[in-house]
Structure formats: structure tokens, C-alpha cells
């Protein structure tokens, strides 16, 4: 029996991002040997179709609800996120149940994310990460900024902390020191797990002169993470505040060559379903 498979990212309005979208799903694609549909949890399909090659964006619920009419009812969803997102926890969930009110065999199979500690060491996004900052600066005085959006679900926040410290004992010796930070954080005591903002540590010593690293935990370029995006404007703001301070972001992760291969395994973690039986009888 015949599944599908997606490579799902949140979504963006930037056709940038959604080009990256389309490249690292046919990267995937290559390595497996299987076809690999880019589509996008949300907001994806709003974005100009002149600016995407002329072919429009997807997104996974209006996907599936077609493909499902058509008659599929096994799908494999490979998330391209680094931790349990809500978007993976709560928000993908609702929406499978939805549809299943209208397919009742709908078997849909979720990947793990990038991080996963929980089944194991897996050391192969701090490489990536690792490597990223060597290609930026070779200077041992040179401090680290692992820097990603920030978010709502302190398990996310788990998995920067962890990455962080892989990326720390990798680079041991070569920089001055590695902190995780994030972009960006909700208001309240709650959402304090997020801390310290990058802002925030830009503004005091020792991340407030000399150079800086910022050490991109991104998937994708857009409306953070692009050269003009959210983070790119915190660093400039605080060089312009402090004059001594010099920092340099370095590439995102989903451009590096090691990704596909991440996601192929996290994929390998769920199967297909079973093929189903020859139904021709026996001579």
C-alpha cells in the first residue's frame, strides 16, 4: 500500500524560504530514492506564484484532504523543525484528527524533529553548527551566540540548551566560550525559559566588544533569519551602539549538505505501511 511523503516545515510568506522548502525536499528525496513533497504547516500558500517559479506553495491540511479524496490514506510527515514545537505537538495532531472525521483510515506517521535526546547522542546538527562557526572565524578570543527564535514550548528551549552544549565542548579550545540566547521571547514570567534575548547580551561584557559569532540555529532564510531579517537588525543595532563590538552570523542550517542526511534517518524511524497482499490467485 502506498504512502506519501512531506517534508513539512511552520511556513513563510517569503518565496525565499519556501524555494529552500523545495530544495532540501528534493534533496531528501534523492537520498531515499523516494518522491519528497515540500509543504508547509501554514501561511505558505499565500505567497506570490510569480515569485516561486510559477508553481504555488502547499499546505499540509488542504494536502492531505486532496490526496486523501484521492484516494491515499498513508502519509509519512518528516518535520523539518529542531524540537517538539507546538506546532507539532498540538497544532498537527488537531488538524490529523480533523480529517479523519472525514477519512476514518487515514494513517498519518510523524518523524521525530532534528534533536531528539532522548534517543540518543546524536552530535551531527552541532557539527553542523561547529562548522559553520569555523568557516566564519578561526580566532580562539572569538565568543559564541547560539541564537535561535525563541519560543512558547520550554521543551524547545530544552533542545537549544542541549545543542548549545554539544556545540561547546565541540568547538572547545578554538573560541572563547558558547551561550545559548534567543531572538526573541514572549512577555511574562512564564515565557522566561527563553532567556537571556541575544539583545539582551549584545548590550552587556563581555558579548559587548570585540568579536562576536552569532551562531544561526535556522532552518531557513525570511523574515528572521534572512540578511535583512530580525537577527541580522539586533546585531547591527548593538554595533551601532557599541562600536567596539564586531559580529558575524554564520550560515543556516539548512543550506549545509549534512541535513538531508538528519532528515533520512529521522524518516527511517517510522515505516511504510505494509504492502498489501497480490490479490491475484495462484495458477
Known sequence: ?????????????????ILSLRHLAAALSERIGEPVQPVSLLHS???????LEGVPARTLEPTLRERAAAGTRHFRIVPLFFGPSRALTDYLPERVAALSQHF???????????????RGHDPRLAHIL??????VDHDPATRVILVDHGSP??????????????????LQGRVAGVVPAS????????????????????????FNHGRVVIAMMFL???RHAGPDGDVARICAEAEARHPALKTVMTPLVGA???????LADRLAVIHPPPAAPDATPPP
Open 1 to 17: 500500500m502506498a504512502s506519501e511523503i512531506f517534508l513539512v516545515d511552520n511556513g513563510s510568506l517569503r518565496p525565499q524560504s
Open 45 to 51: 500558500d499565500r505567497a506570490p506564484e510569480d515569485a
Open 104 to 118: 476514518p483510515k487515514l494513517d498519518v506517521q510523524v518523524a521525530p524533529p532534528l534533536v531528539t535526546p532522548e
Open 130 to 135: 561547529a562548522e559553520s562557526v569555523q568557516a
Open 153 to 170: 514550548a520550554p521543551e524547545v528551549a530544552q533542545v537549544r540548551n542541549y545543542v548549545a552544549g554539544q556545540l561547546s565542548i565541540l
Open 183 to 206: 531572538m526573541e521571547r514572549r512577555p511574562g514570567e512564564a515565557h522566561r525559559f527563553n532567556e537571556p534575548l541575544l539583545e539582551t547580551l549584545l548590550a552587556r561584557p563581555p
Open 220 to 222: 531557513q532564510p525570511g
Open 256 to 262: 549545509h549538505p549534512l541535513l538531508p542526511e538528519i
